[in-house]
């Protein structure tokens, strides 16, 4: 069986920081890349990035340069998603998910991991 | 930056229906990279279409996708109780990747 499983929820202060674990299993961690996906309350999906587990390229969009790193550790086929300087706005159910390449999909994903920013 | 439309926003429709969502680029897409996802409340997103009209694995014959530059097309020939969901299009072709805003099925 093939998953992917996320940490779990955070409750952070606006200015502080939040990491996202989304572990792999049952298939290869370095064949597919891994993508973060985020969806505030009642709202749409927002991309925000992703990382190729094989060689650790990654690429954000330029709304969270700076802001977001994605890293991963091959040896425990785990993922990582750390996001600085928080921001209510940044409330949302974040989200890992599994591509082969740009032309196949999203076609695992993680059960999501929400994330509250609140004073 | 590629901005996905859809429509409608809500689509009120009775099970044995025939469901047409409509999904519009701000610039044409490759087919190639165009995908359709299937969410429903409290879930993560399941894949159901890719490359515009390739369907997932083990996902049913009822669901087709068919379009191609700036607009696409997700049919759902004979909703079944658990199609009553929302569904979001999706383009990978160009960064940054964007969503469209979504489409809900809802039962009429």
């Known amino acids: 069986q093939v998953h992917l499983v996320q940490s779990g929820a955070e409750v952070k202060k606006p200015g502080a920081s939040v990491k996202v674990s989304c572990k792999a299993s049952?298939?290869?961690?370095?064949?597919?890349?891994i993508h973060w996906v985020r969806q505030a309350p009642g709202q749409g999906l927002e991309w925000l990035g992703w990382?190729?587990?094989?060689?650790?390229?990654?690429s954000y969009p330029q709304s969270f340069q700076g802001r977001l790193t994605l890293t991963r550790d091959t040896s425990i086929s785990i993922a990582y998603m750390e996001l600085n300087s928080l921001k209510s706005d940044d409330t949302a159910v974040y989200y890992c998910?599994?591509?082969?390449?740009?032309?196949?999909?999203?076609?695992?994903w993680g059960q999501g991991t929400p994330v509250t920013v609140s004073s | 930056e590629i901005v996905l439309t859809q429509s409608p926003g809500t689509l009120s429709l009775s099970p044995g229906e025939r469901a047409t969502l409509s999904c519009r680029a701000s610039q044409g897409v490759s087919s190639i990279y165009l995908a359709w996802y299937q969410q429903k409340p409290g879930q993560a997103p399941r894949l159901l279409i890719y490359g515009a009209s390739s369907r997932a694995t083990g996902i049913p014959d009822r669901f087709s996708g068919s379009g191609s530059g700036a607009d696409f097309t997700l049919t759902i020939s004979r909703l079944e109780p658990e199609d009553f969901a929302t569904y979001f299009c999706?383009?990978?072709?160009?960064?940054?990747?964007?969503f469209g805003g979504g489409t809900k099925v809802a039962i009429k």
């Open positions: 990382i190729n587990p094989n060689s650790g390229g990654t």
């Open positions: 049952g298939y290869t961690f370095t064949d597919y890349y």
């Open positions: 999706h383009q990978s072709g160009t960064a940054p990747l964007s």
């Open positions: 998910a599994r591509v082969l390449s740009f032309t196949h999909g999203f076609d695992l």
